[in-house]
C-alpha cells in the first residue's frame, strides 16, 4: 500500500511538472487566436477564432517569410559548423597529448563562464575592420569556435570513445582526417544530435547580436522582425502573437528528428558504462 502511494504522489507530481512547462506554450498558441482588443481585457485560456486574421495583419505587416529564410540561413550554417568544428576540436583535445592542453582546456571552460554580450563590442569593430556588417558573416563565423560543443562532445568521448578502437584503425592504415570522419563522428551521434538542438535554438532565438550588427530590414531575422511588430502605442498583440507562435515550430521539428538519437546514445553510453 505504501509503495502504491508513492507511485501516485510520483505521478502526480509529475503531471504538475508537466502542466507547468505545457501552460506556457499553450496560452501562446491561444493567444495566437484572439484578437488585439481581446488580448488587452486580460489573460486568455479559451482558443478563439481569429487566427487567421492575425496571420493576415502579420503578413501585411512585415515580411515574415523571409524573416523565417534568414533564420533557416544563419542557424543552418551555423549549427552545421559549431557542431563539425566542436567535434574536431573535442577529438583533438580527447586523442592528442601535448604540453598546453590542461591550459586549452582550462581556457575553454572559463570561456563557458563569460557572457557572449561582453564581445560584442570587439566583434562589431572587427566586423566593420573587415567589411562585413550587415551581412550574415558575422554571426555565422564565430559558430566555428562553440566552447559549449567543445566541452560536451568531449565528455562524451571520455565515456564513449575507446582507444584501442581508434589504435586499430590507425593500423589498418587508416590517417587522422579517416579516423575523425569514419569513427569519432559516427559514434558521437547522441552528443552531436544533443548540441544540434541546443546550438539551433540558440541561434534561431538569438536576437542581441543580429540587432547590432543587421542594418538591412530585408536581412533581419526572425526575433528582429518581431520586433519590429512593436512599434507605437497600440501594439498589435495579435499579429506579434501569431509570429511568435509559428516561429517555434522548427524547434518544434528539431527536437521530433532528433530525440530518438539521444535517447538511444544516451542508453548504448549507459550501458557501455
Request: charged residues 10%; neutral net charge.
Amino acid at each position: 500500500m505504501k509503495k502504491r502511494v508513492s507511485i501516485i504522489l510520483i505521478y502526480i507530481l509529475l503531471i504538475f511538472l508537466l502542466l507547468i512547462c505545457v501552460f506556457p506554450f499553450y496560452i501562446m498558441i491561444i493567444n495566437a487566436t484572439h484578437s488585439t482588443q481581446e488580448l488587452y481585457t486580460g489573460l486568455q485560456i479559451i482558443p478563439g477564432r481569429y487566427f487567421f486574421e492575425n496571420m493576415g495583419h502579420l503578413t501585411d505587416s512585415v515580411n515574415i517569410a523571409r524573416g523565417f529564410g534568414n533564420s533557416f540561413y544563419v542557424s543552418i550554417l551555423s549549427t552545421a559548423l559549431s557542431i563539425y568544428f566542436g567535434a574536431m576540436t573535442a577529438f583533438g583535445l580527447f586523442e592528442y597529448k601535448f604540453k598546453l592542453k590542461k591550459l586549452i582546456y582550462t581556457l575553454l571552460m572559463v570561456s563557458m563562464m563569460v557572457p557572449g554580450q561582453l564581445g560584442i563590442i570587439g566583434l562589431f569593430r572587427l566586423s566593420r575592420s573587415l567589411n562585413i556588417l550587415d551581412t550574415y558573416w558575422p554571426l555565422i563565423l564565430p559558430s566555428v569556435a562553440n566552447s559549449s560543443t567543445i566541452f560536451f562532445v568531449y565528455q562524451y568521448l571520455n565515456i564513449a570513445m575507446d582507444d584501442d578502437l581508434l589504435d586499430a584503425a590507425r593500423i589498418d592504415g587508416s590517417t587522422e582526417v579517416e579516423l575523425f570522419h569514419k569513427f569519432v563522428l559516427p559514434l558521437s551521434k547522441p552528443s552531436l544530435a544533443t548540441m544540434a538542438i541546443f546550438n539551433f535554438v540558440a541561434y534561431w532565438n538569438n536576437f542581441f547580436t543580429p540587432m547590432i550588427l543587421l542594418f538591412s530590414e530585408e536581412k533581419f531575422t526572425v526575433p528582429l522582425i518581431v520586433n519590429n511588430l512593436n512599434n507605437g502605442m497600440l501594439q498589435d498583440l495579435g499579429a506579434m502573437s501569431a509570429a511568435i507562435a509559428i516561429s517555434i515550430l522548427p524547434i518544434i521539428i528539431l527536437y521530433a528528428v532528433f530525440s530518438k538519437a539521444i535517447t538511444e546514445g544516451m542508453m548504448a553510453g549507459a550501458v557501455k558504462g
